[in-house]
């Protein structure tokens, strides 16, 4: 009688030992390492035609960064939207003037402070025979998936970045 009682006992310990063994040998399985796809080209996704979508001004002294939207003064007439072209083989750009001011000269050759991890934007222009470097800070990075571009072109006043100007460029 008593092995009748220990028999359910025993079938459950069979079948607990039975099912951890089972998993032990599942886990025990090389596991595959993911492979990753090479990063983007962050040189290549700048390589095309931006058109002006949106501008503002901004308050670099202020707590808040307080903003004004400039973007009817850009883009009132859209047959007339400024653009950015840049070349990412010879790393020329040019500039096609639309509507509001232009502050990012006629066109010249640009480079990126860091081509892998780029933060800023070096735009280097010549205007009756005056060089000039005009540094812009990147408010995205772009790669050939990407279609918005935000640069942020900071105006100083005795070494301090009192305001600064924002436009977005969506991707032709």
């Known amino acids: 009688m008593q092995l009748e009682h220990n028999k359910p006992v025993q079938m459950t310990r069979n079948l607990i030992i039975l099912v951890l063994t089972t998993f032990v040998l599942l886990s025990c399985t090389k596991e595959e390492t993911p492979t990753l796809d090479p990063p983007f080209d962050k040189v290549q996704g700048l390589d095309g035609t931006w ?11 202020s707590v808040l960064k307080d903003e004004i939207d400039l973007s009817d003064f850009y883009t009132a007439d859209p047959s007339s939207l400024m653009r950015l ?10 500039v096609e003037e639309g509507e509001g001011i ?32 005009i540094v812009l800070q990147m408010g995205t990075t772009v790669n050939e998936f990407i279609n918005n571009l935000d640069l942020k072109f ?13 436009f977005s460029f969506q991707r032709q």
Request: include cysteine; glycine fraction near 4%.
């Open 51 to 61: 058109e002006v979508s949106s501008a503002a001004i901004i308050d670099e002294q």
């Open 85 to 94: 072209t840049f070349n990412s083989v010879d790393f020329s750009y040019s």
């Open 102 to 133: 232009n502050y990012f000269g006629s066109g010249g050759n640009w480079e990126y402070d860091d081509p892998n991890f780029p933060a800023y934007i070096y735009l280097y222009t010549q205007a009756d025979s005056v060089a000039d470097t």
């Open 154 to 166: 900071p105006r100083e006043c005795n070494s301090t970045v009192v305001s600064a100007y924002r």
